[in-house]
């Protein structure tokens, strides 16, 4: 795994787990184990903090919300659910993969992603129905897409597995960055110059765009001492 620096364009300028909700196994394609909702706990706001869990074979990856150019992008669909008002999900830190020559983003063998669901009435339970579509890999690369559905009422118990994700997350840290942003025929370059010590290994910098999804280009990174220098394009 290389070193990951995640890089939101701003510069413009212990309990019992709760029970799980999983997918039909023979609905599932091979390099899949499972995929499931896991239950979670109330939060003092009265959100929901809940998670999906998606197990793979062994040497199986899927992809990370910015998948680079070799893969393939994660869809969710929450249309079909009742009493929901409002998802945020919390990302947990990827691994950077080469794959045929390409960059990719994601996860070797399992991803779980924390979700906090808000109820538009909280004093009702809520009728989460999740439609996913994203990428698995091995050698090749499949589209998968899976129906999932949780009834959420009462107060839930913690999960350690929702918890770790949860703090396995890349911070945002516009304060170690400094940007240039260029116009292109077709979009713009952007620069960043991040003041950061060396790893002594290969790394790599992602671009994001914390709005409107865009295209983004595979980054090129040098590194000058302490400034880690890297350079993408958003189209």
Known sequence: MKPLLALPVLCVALGAAPPAIAQQMDDLPPGMQRAEVLGGWQTPSGSRMVALRIALDAGWKTYWRAPGDAGIPPQFNFA?????????????????????????????????????????????????????????CQEICVPVSVALSADLDGPGAPDEAIRTALLDRPEPRPDHARCMIEPISDGVRVTAMMDLPPTGQEEVALFELASTPVWVSDSVAHRDGNTLTAMAEFV
Request: aromatic share 10%; charged share 30%; no cysteine.
């Open 80 to 136: 079909r659910s009742e009493n929901l008002a409002d998802v945020t999900f919390f990302w947990p830190t990827p691994e950077v993969f080469d794959q045929n020559g390409m960059r990719s983003v994601g996860y070797d063998d399992e991803l779980i992603l924390p979700i906090e669901i808000r109820p538009a009435d909280p004093d009702k339970p809520i009728s989460l129905s999740a439609d996913l579509d994203f990428g698995i």
